[in-house]
């Protein structure tokens, strides 16, 4: 399972941190991958990591802002939040597919946002940005 912590309220300008701890399997033989849905919008994949860290796709709405970044060894998954805007709030979710050498670039999984395009999907966790 994927559980994401460090949520909570961030200024425009502020950053914020997001952790997802994985259990149950081995996060280095994954991709993955954040996900967003803000209120009354569509779901948007945010960032993902394939498993080798050259193989990175972020959405253009917080490419040069946010950074996903896995650390293999403890399980864990992050997403550094950097210059927040009021129109990163929502709801963040990380999610993981068993991926390989063969798989296409990482891209493809951001381009899937239900939960069951992915092996595993967090719980969520909210983001507020506001003054």
């Known amino acids: 399972q994927l559980v994401e912590t460090g949520g909570g309220l961030g200024q425009p300008g502020g950053s914020l941190r997001l952790s997802c701890a994985a259990s149950?399997?081995?996060?280095?033989?994954?991709?993955i991958g954040w996900f967003r849905q803000a209120p009354g919008k569509e779901r948007e994949g945010v960032s993902c990591?394939?498993?080798?860290?050259?193989?990175?796709y972020y959405a253009d709405s917080v490419k040069g802002r946010f950074s996903i970044s896995r650390d293999n060894a403890n399980n864990r998954v992050y997403l550094q939040l950097n210059s927040l805007k009021p129109e990163d709030t929502g709801v963040y979710y990380c999610?993981?597919?068993?991926?390989?050498?063969?798989?296409?670039?990482?891209?493809?999984?951001?381009?899937?946002?239900?939960?069951?395009?992915?092996?595993?999907w967090g719980q969520g966790a909210q983001v507020t940005v506001s003054l």
């Open positions: 999610a993981a597919n068993r991926w390989g050498p063969s798989h296409r670039p990482v891209q493809t999984m951001c381009e899937n946002v239900k939960p069951s395009d992915h092996d595993y």
């Open positions: 149950g399997f081995t996060l280095q033989f994954y991709a």
């Open positions: 990591l394939g498993t080798h860290f050259s193989d990175t």
